[in-house]
């Protein structure tokens, strides 16, 4: 049974320029989460969605971030004309219910570098 | 709010040793709690939680946490150190049934364990 899965894992992208991170949770799971990870710092939620619907986006910043997760295919986190301190590891979650208690599995990470 | 506060971003113990690393948090109401281990550039693994029951929680890799209601604490802790335990290690909360889904990180405590 694979795990979370994350795509791709390492991305540059220059200032201004558009980045899709991928996220396809483990077999089975409805609800995603999205952390970001900045140096030194724990992580920090940003979106949490279940099929076709965002149900908490209270960490996502307000310009720039979009993040969906359609009836069929893999979550997106969509960053436009990144900035430098977009910089940052992604961190993709999928738990069976809500978090709540239950546990939610991580994926690998994608670490996002801005040029 | 939720917010988790772990004491000392930097533990070095020797192999063999004791391993205890803090954890306290502040909630209006009772959480749930987790501990999570992160090797470098690798997603967040599950190390244990509590969510209701026995105060003591036992997790993976001998790891294991007490629930302390009274002093809002949910210290992580080993008898004795291995070299594989070196990694970076996160507590985090998240309220309970019809609060928010989302987990609230500790900005982590990296352990070294020196032979």
């Known amino acids: 049974n694979a795990g979370v899965m994350q795509n791709p894992r390492h991305l540059v992208r220059r200032r201004g320029q558009e980045a899709r991170l991928r996220c396809s949770p483990m077999?089975?799971?409805?609800?995603v989460y999205w952390y970001r990870q900045l140096p030194e710092e724990g992580l920090k939620f940003m979106v949490y969605?279940?099929?076709?619907?965002?149900?908490?986006e209270s960490g996502m910043p307000k310009e720039r971030f979009s993040a969906e997760f359609p009836k069929e295919g893999p979550s997106i986190l969509r960053i436009q004309q990144v900035v430098r301190g977009d910089s940052a590891a992604y961190f993709c979650a999928s738990s069976l219910q809500g978090s709540s208690g239950n546990t939610i599995y991580f994926g690998e990470g994608s670490w996002l570098t801005v040029v | 709010a939720q917010s988790v506060t772990q004491l000392g971003s930097h533990v070095s113990v020797s192999e063999g040793a004791l391993v205890l690393l803090r954890c306290n948090y502040s909630s209006s109401v009772p959480p749930y709690l987790f501990w999570y281990v992160q090797y470098p550039n690798q997603g967040l693994q599950l190390l244990l939680k509590y969510t209701t029951g026995a105060t003591l929680v036992k997790g993976i890799n001998g790891f294991e946490a007490e629930f302390k209601k009274s002093e809002t604490s949910f210290h992580l802790t080993k008898p004795s150190a291995h070299m594989s335990d070196a990694a970076e290690y996160f507590c985090?909360?998240?309220?309970?049934?019809?609060?928010?889904?989302?987990?609230?990180f500790g900005k982590g405590t990296k352990l070294t364990v020196n032979p």
């Open positions: 985090a909360v998240s309220l309970p049934q019809g609060g928010s889904e989302k987990l609230v």
């Open positions: 077999k089975g799971h409805s609800h």
């Open positions: 969605l279940q099929k076709e619907n965002i149900i908490d």
